[in-house]
């Protein structure tokens, strides 16, 4: 039998001075290799504040109006308590949202998978075996019963802190997906007012093109009056006749129109599309939302906080793969006790057993150097898509101003055009009573002017539209934090 104690203190000063080179040599491979993958890694913070540094000191298409804090919310930007209403009943019950907060949920219950495994493994087991496979005095095989109670417990050492990357990892990739969630819920609450600014716009010009058709019928029951007096020709009525027809079958295709937006929000809100929301006729107000500066308007966008957690989950991956190339020390521990009867099984002996294991990956074509550098490109990768995701933000906010430039300036032509258009209708109805203009000229007059209004109505609806599409580009969306 091998002397424990002579063997341990009969070891030779050599084989203590080896182990003592084996060891320092294993620290400077760990060295060589953790520089090795720092240097050829991207530092994604230094990334994201040299980008930052690169971005506009203001916007140059900003409009010079009064605005709402860049602070502000969608519902402090509108004045319609049931629009209000229907943008909160949208948040609680659109399907797709609701299945998107249980996806959050559930990811983030599973963060418990990646930090358990940083702590030692219990198991406490039993065991009841009865066999035959014991003899007794005589040589005769007999039948016995053992009992075995157990307690093992295994730990992977993070000394290089790789499974806390992994950890790192998964909780950045769950909070993307929360801040996913909460611009998909911003996007639905942007959807649900635009819906019912194009809703309200419809009904506008549905509205209006009502008005249309009863003024033509009543100017054909003028045309017709004044033919039977003499005044008139058919080709008057006939001019007459196709106007109304064509003004109806406007308000046919648009009263379709309105009925698909209903339903369509009705689907923004969870319900059966039935078309039977109740709209309004009046636009609400809605206010222009102040941009900032570019920096801070593109640090309230949920959809950058979620590219920038994507690049810290692919910045902990990457660290991760190269860590896994580094010796791994492992712990484990069983205590067991063993007795052919189960009553006093917790008094017998025990059996235990403590052992460490050190293991350094030497040879495996490859494997962990690909893994590692495939984790690199992809933290290249996520860099590249994050200040895609910056730049694109930029000039969605740069658009949306130069839109609300262009559309107020547009407004501002046409309520000038309307007015003279107006006067111009009201000369010819005057000149037409008097037979100096021809039906022709009234009805082109009317057409002109009606359809003047028609898109001083079109350009208030999108200019609502687009300032709900500004605020949701600088960030400004709900105050309520996501899951």
Same mark, same amino acid.
């Given at each position: 039998m091998l002397n424990r104690k002579r063997f341990?203190?009969?070891? !030779?000063?050599?084989a203590r001075w080896h182990h003592k080179v084996v060891v $320092?040599?294993?620290?400077?491979?760990?060295?060589?290799?953790?520089?090795?993958?720092?240097?050829?890694?991207?530092?994604?913070?230094?990334?994201?504040?040299?980008?930052?540094?690169?971005?506009?000191?203001?916007?140059?298409?900003?409009?010079?109006t009064t605005a709402a804090p860049l602070s502000a919310h969608f519902l402090d930007l509108i004045d319609e308590d049931h629009?209000?209403?229907?943008?909160?009943?949208?948040?609680?019950?659109?399907?797709?949202?609701?299945?998107?907060?249980?996806?959050?949920?559930?990811?983030?219950?599973?963060?418990?998978?990646?930090?358990?495994?940083?702590?030692? +493994? $219990?198991?406490?087991?039993?065991?009841?075996?009865?066999?035959?496979?014991? +003899?007794?005095?005589?040589?005769?095989?007999?039948?016995?019963? =053992?009992?075995? $109670?157990?307690?093992?417990?295994?730990?992977e050492v993070d000394v290089w802190q790789r499974l806390a990357d992994l950890h790192d990892e998964h909780t950045a990739l769950t909070a993307a997906q929360a801040a996913d969630f909460a611009a998909a819920r911003d996007a639905l609450g942007a959807r649900v007012i635009q819906a019912w600014v194009t809703t309200t716009s419809l009904r506008q010009a549905l509205a209006l093109e009502a008005e249309r058709v009863q003024v033509l019928v009543q100017l054909q029951e003028t045309i017709q009056?004044?033919?039977?007096?003499?005044?008139?020709?058919?080709?008057?009525?006939?001019?007459?006749?196709?106007?109304?027809?064509?003004? /109806?079958?406007?308000?046919?295709?648009?009263?379709?129109?309105?009925?698909?937006?209903?339903?369509?929000?009705?689907? @923004? @809100?969870?319900?059966?599309?039935r078309a039977d929301l109740l709209t309004t006729d009046t636009l609400p107000t809605i206010r222009y939302v102040s941009p900032g500066y570019p920096v801070e308007a593109i640090a309230q966008r949920y959809d950058i906080a979620a590219a920038l957690w994507r690049l810290e989950a692919a910045d902990a991956a990457a660290a991760a793969a190269a860590r896994a190339m580094l010796p791994s020390l492992r712990l484990t521990g069983d205590v067991a006790k063993n007795k052919n009867a189960l009553a006093g099984l917790l008094d017998a002996t025990s059996i235990w057993s403590i052992a460490g294991s050190l293991a350094q990956p030497l040879f495996q074509r490859g494997l962990l150097?690909? =893994? !590692?550098?495939?984790?690199?490109?992809?933290?290249?990768?996520?860099?590249?898509?994050?200040?895609a995701a910056v730049l694109q933000a930029v000039g969605e906010v740069e658009d949306g101003?130069?839109?609300?430039?262009?559309?107020?300036?547009?407004?501002?032509?046409? $309520?000038?055009?309307?007015?003279?258009?107006? /006067?111009?209708?009201?000369?010819?109805?005057? =000149?037409?009573?008097r037979g100096l203009a021809s039906i022709t000229e009234l009805l082109l007059a009317r057409n002109q002017e009606m359809n003047i209004r028609r898109q001083v109505m079109a350009v208030d609806g999108e200019i609502l539209s687009n300032r709900i599409t500004l605020a949701l580009a600088v960030g400004a969306g709900f105050d309520e934090q996501p899951l």
């Open positions: 341990i203190t009969t070891t !030779s000063p050599d $320092v040599a294993l620290m400077l491979l760990t060295t060589v290799i953790l520089g090795g993958c720092a240097g050829t890694r991207l530092d994604p913070h230094a990334s994201v504040a040299q980008l930052d540094s690169e971005l506009p000191r203001s916007w140059a298409a900003a409009p010079d629009l209000r209403e229907l943008v909160k009943e949208a948040i609680g019950a659109n399907p797709d949202l609701r299945a998107a907060a249980r996806r959050v949920e559930a990811s983030h219950r599973l963060l418990t998978e990646t930090s358990a495994v940083r702590w030692p +493994f $219990v198991e406490a087991g039993y065991t009841g075996v009865r066999d035959n496979q014991g +003899f007794d005095a005589l040589g005769e095989r007999v039948a016995e019963t =053992r009992h075995r $109670v157990s307690l093992s417990i295994a730990w009056r004044r033919y039977r007096r003499g005044l008139g020709t058919l080709d008057d009525l006939a001019a007459a006749r196709t106007s109304t027809a064509l003004a /109806r079958a406007t308000v046919v295709a648009l009263r379709e129109d309105h009925d698909q937006t209903v339903r369509a929000l009705e689907l @923004l @809100l969870g319900r059966a599309p150097r690909a =893994r !590692s550098d495939a984790r690199r490109l992809e933290l290249e990768a996520a860099w590249e898509e994050y200040r101003l130069g839109r609300e430039r262009a559309l107020v300036g547009q407004r501002d032509h046409l $309520v000038s055009a309307l007015g003279s258009s107006t /006067r111009n209708t009201q000369i010819q109805e005057e =000149r037409y009573r």
